[in-house]
C-alpha cells in the first residue's frame, strides 16, 4: 500500500489579540439566583492573579499515544459503522469479448454486510492530525446488478467477499475563524487484493464464467467507494462540529470560554490543544483581565511518579490549569457583586463564640449596647478587590478582601448601620482529585480587621479579630472544608471519565495527569 505522507489543509485564522472582548452573544440564557457553592468552592481552589502581557492560552491539554491507541476502538467502530450499510454505487461499465460480443454492466447499489479488521493502528500525523491504518481486512458485500449481452438483458444478485483489504486514512485537524475544531480528509488509499465473485439468478452460471474478466475493474471501483464513503463521513463529522458550543454558562452570573485558541499542534509523540479557559460575566461587556503566563509542556510530573515514565505508565491526558482561568473567574464574579452575602443571628452555629446581637457585639463597642440595648443585628459580607490567589508548588496561597457592614434590625425591620469593617484575609488551599471530582482543602494563615467608620462610637477591632479567628479556626474553615472535600464534578463526554488521576500543583499553573476509560 502506499505511504500517505503528511499533507497541506485549511490553514489555521490567528486573528487573536484583542484586548477588551465582549461576552454577550455568547449566551442567550440569563437565569437569576446566586452563584452555585460547588463552583464558589472551585474558584476558592483555583483564583490566582499574576499580570502578564500576551495571549497565551488558559487552559492546555496534551493528548500522548497512548491516548490514541485508546481512542483506536472508537475510531473503527465509526469506520464500520459508515461502512456497514447500503450505499449508492451507480457503477456501469462494459466489457469486449471477441467471442461474445460487448456485455454491458449496471450496479446501482452495494450492502456491506460485514467488515472484519484483523490488523489495525493508530498514530499521529505530524502537522495534520490523526492517520488511521487498517491491513488484513476483509470485507463481505451483495449488491443488485443489471446485464445486457446482445440483444439479451438480464438481472440478478452478486455477492464479493474481498480480504487482504488495507486502508489507510488521514483525519486533519484545525480551527475554525469562531475557535472551534474542524477536520478534513487529508488523505484516503484503499487497497484490496483478493476478491472473489458469485453471481445468482438469471444466467447467473454464464455470467460467473465471465467473472475473472470482471474483477480488475470491480475491485478498483471498490477500492475508490470505501474511499468516498470514508470522506463523506469526515463531511458529516465537520458540519457537526460547526455546532460546537465554545461556552458554557455556569451559573447565573457567569460563563467559561472554551474555544480553541489556534490550530492543534500535532507532532509524531503527541498533540497539544490550546483553550482560552476565560470566564466571563453573563450578558455583560467586561475589560479583559491579565493573560495567561506561557506553560511549556512536558512540565515535571508529579513527585509521586517516576522522574522518567516507562512507556507503559504514559498517561493518555496532561492537563495545565493555569493561573488565568481562575484570575477571569475571580474578575467575572467580582464585577457581576456575585461575591457577597448577607449574614444574621439564625445562619451562625449556635456554638459560634459571636453572635449577632447587640449584647454579644456590644462587648467591641459600648456604645452599641447603650443605644439598642439587646437588639439582633445583619453583617453585609462583600469583596472590596477582586481576590488574589497564586499557585506554589507547595500551596494554593491567597489574600481575600472582604467588608463587613453591620446593622442594627429594629423591631419594625428598620435596618440602622452601625459601623464598616475591612476584613482581610491569607489563606492556602491544597486541591485533590479523585476520580471526576475535583476537591481540596482550605487553611486561614491570617486575619485582619480594621475600622473604617463607625456611627456608634469606637470599634475595639483587635478584640473582635482575635474572636473572630477562634470562630473560624473552629467553625468556619471546617464548615468549607467539609464541602470541598466533596468537589465539584469535571466535566467530561457521556461515558467517558477519568482513570488513576493525579494532581500536582507548578509554579503558576495545576497539572493533572491521567488515563481515560469508557463505560456505556
Not at 442594627?408 to 471530582?437: E, H, M, Q, S, Y
Request: hydrophobic letters at 45%.
Amino acid at each position: 500500500m502506499a505511504e500517505l505522507g503528511p499533507t497541506t489543509g485549511p490553514a489555521a485564522p490567528m486573528a487573536w489579540g484583542a484586548v477588551t472582548a465582549c461576552h454577550a452573544s455568547r449566551s442567550r440564557h440569563h437565569p437569576q439566583g446566586t452563584p452555585g457553592p460547588a463552583w464558589l468552592c472551585l474558584l476558592l481552589l483555583l483564583t490566582a492573579c499574576t499580570p502578564a502581557a500576551g495571549t497565551n492560552p488558559g487552559i492546555k491539554a496534551r493528548l500522548t499515544r497512548k491516548a490514541l491507541e485508546f481512542g483506536r476502538q472508537f475510531g473503527l467502530e465509526l469506520l464500520q459503522s459508515l461502512l456497514q450499510k447500503e450505499h449508492e454505487l451507480n457503477l456501469r461499465g462494459s466489457h469486449y469479448s471477441p467471442l461474445l460480443g460487448t456485455f454491458t454492466y449496471a450496479v446501482p447499489r452495494i450492502h456491506i454486510h460485514e467488515l472484519q479488521i484483523n490488523d489495525s493502528a493508530v498514530d499521529f500525523a505530524e502537522d495534520v492530525g490523526v492517520r488511521l491504518t487498517v491491513q488484513r481486512a476483509r470485507i463481505w458485500l451483495s449488491a443488485e446488478w443489471g446485464a445486457q449481452l446482445g440483444a439479451i438483458q438480464d438481472k440478478g444478485s452478486i455477492e464479493l467477499r474481498m480480504r487482504d483489504l488495507a486502508v489507510a486514512a488521514v483525519l486533519g485537524v484545525s480551527v475554525d475563524g469562531t475557535g472551534r475544531p474542524m477536520v478534513w480528509s487529508a488523505g484516503c488509499d484503499a487497497r484490496g487484493t483478493d476478491l472473489h465473485m458469485e453471481f445468482h439468478r438469471g444466467h447467473s452460471w454464464l455470467y460467473n464464467l465471465l467473472a475473472p474478466l470482471l474483477q480488475r475493474p470491480l475491485r478498483q471501483e471498490l477500492n475508490k467507494q470505501l474511499c468516498l464513503e470514508l470522506r463523506r463521513g469526515i463531511h458529516r463529522l465537520e458540519a457537526a462540529l460547526k455546532h460546537v458550543k465554545v461556552s458554557t454558562q455556569l451559573d447565573p452570573f457567569a460563563a467559561i470560554d472554551h474555544s480553541l485558541m489556534g490550530r492543534p499542534a500535532i507532532m509524531a509523540e503527541h498533540g497539544d490543544v490550546a483553550l482560552k479557559g476565560e470566564f466571563f460575566r453573563v450578558g455583560k461587556c467586561q475589560q479583559r483581565p491579565s493573560s495567561a503566563l506561557p506553560v511549556a509542556l512536558p512540565v515535571e510530573l508529579p513527585a509521586a511518579l517516576p522522574t522518567v515514565l516507562p512507556a507503559a505508565h504514559e498517561p493518555m491526558l496532561l492537563l495545565a490549569i493555569t493561573e488565568f482561568v481562575a484570575n477571569s473567574a475571580a474578575f467575572a464574579y467580582f464585577t457581576a457583586g456575585a461575591l457577597r452575602r448577607n449574614i444574621s443571628s439564625n445562619t451562625l452555629p449556635r456554638r459560634f463564640p459571636l453572635q449577632l446581637r447587640t449584647k454579644s457585639m456590644g462587648v467591641f463597642s459600648p456604645q452599641l449596647q447603650e443605644r439598642y440595648p439587646d437588639q439582633p443585628m445583619e453583617l453585609h459580607l462583600s469583596a472590596r478587590r477582586q481576590p488574589l490567589l497564586s499557585c506554589h508548588p507547595d500551596a494554593l496561597h491567597g489574600a481575600l478582601f472582604s467588608s463587613a457592614e453591620a446593622f442594627v434590625v429594629l423591631p419594625n425591620a428598620t435596618r440602622v448601620p452601625a459601623f464598616l469593617l475591612n476584613i482581610d484575609a491569607n489563606v492556602t488551599g491544597k486541591p485533590t482529585i479523585t476520580g471526576n471530582r475535583l476537591g481540596g482543602t482550605v487553611s486561614l494563615r491570617g486575619l485582619s480587621v480594621a475600622q473604617v467608620t463607625s456611627h456608634v462610637g469606637p470599634v475595639e477591632v483587635k478584640r473582635l479579630e482575635t474572636l473572630l479567628k477562634f470562630g473560624l479556626w473552629l467553625f468556619g474553615v471546617p464548615w468549607a472544608n467539609k464541602r470541598l472535600r466533596a468537589g465539584v464534578p469535571l466535566p467530561a463526554p457521556h461515558g467517558l471519565s477519568l482513570f488513576n488521576p493525579r494532581l500536582s500543583l507548578q509554579e503558576g499553573f495545576m497539572l493533572i495527569t491521567t488515563d481515560l476509560q469508557y463505560k456505556s
